[in-house]
């Protein structure tokens, strides 16, 4: 795929490549077709990816995506392997079971994983609270969940210490010295905030606390 861009001057061609092998996407893609019970395999699992826009640009420009081998057999054997690592990777949390014969079944974290849009990292998070946690552990567990964090601005670092003054569970440290200064603990604040029906002047405080707690929620 190209595109055309014809800027004032001169006229340029940019390649545009494929996003699915980046962070995380290749697990959490896979992860919604097997829930949906699309894909039962690691074969199925491969032969799926050869109908994306990623085996296109693996064809074209196979070093981009670390492939280093030719031919269409090197081309499965890496697209194989790919996708074997994601499969383990959700092993790992328990989103999925295999069998001795390799077919692959979903499981309870893998269908709200895909139906709530809950990326892998958060769900690593989760599936590691034990059975017990209370309302600190699990507010400790959304802080740390990069897909609901803000930067923390010079300009609202005061409305934050003072919101923390009123949330239930604090920061640690001395009371005297603890200010939010991370975007983690400024989600460990504004989520209880929310709780409490804290009113926030600054209306990017107030956007924020809503993506926060949609976020939050999808995670529950």
């Known amino acids: 795929l190209r ?5 004032h001057t001169a006229t340029r061609l940019k390649v545009v490549e494929s996003h ?3 962070d995380t996407k290749l697990i959490e893609v896979l992860n919604i077709e097997i829930s949906q019970g699309v894909l039962e395999s690691i074969e199925e699992a491969a032969d799926w990816i ?11 420009n196979p070093l981009m995506y670390g492939m280093n081998g ?5 081309l499965h054997s890496f697209i194989v392997d790919k996708c074997s690592q994601s499969i383990e990777q959700l092993m790992k949390i328990e989103a999925i079971s295999m069998e001795k014969d390799g077919s692959i079944t979903p499981t309870a974290a893998s269908r709200i994983m895909s139906r709530n849009f ?17 309302p600190l552990q699990i ?3 959304l802080s740390n969940c990069h897909k609901i964090q803000f ?4 300009h609202e670092k005061k409305t934050l210490n003072e919101a923390h003054k009123y949330v239930r569970y604090k920061l640690e440290g001395p009371a005297s010295k603890v200010r939010v200064q991370s975007p983690e603990e400024k989600v460990f604040v504004m989520l209880q905030a929310a709780v409490g029906q804290h009113y926030f002047p600054d209306f990017s405080l107030r956007q924020e606390m809503s993506q ?3 976020g939050a929620s999808r995670s529950e």
């Not at 595109?3 to 800027?7: A, D, G, N, S, V």
């Not at 030719?70 to 090197?74: A, Q, R």
């Not at 930067?151 to 010079?154: E, N, S």
């Open 3 to 7: 595109i055309l861009l014809r800027p």
């Open 20 to 22: 699915l092998m980046q």
């Open 50 to 60: 050869k109908g994306t826009f990623l085996y296109q640009r693996l064809q074209s």
């Open 70 to 74: 030719k031919g269409s057999d090197s």
């Open 118 to 134: 809950v990326d892998y990292d958060t769900m690593k998070s989760i599936v590691k609270l034990h059975h017990d946690s209370g």
């Open 139 to 141: 507010l400790q567990m």
């Open 151 to 154: 930067p923390v601005r010079r």
């Open 212 to 214: 926060m707690v949609d």
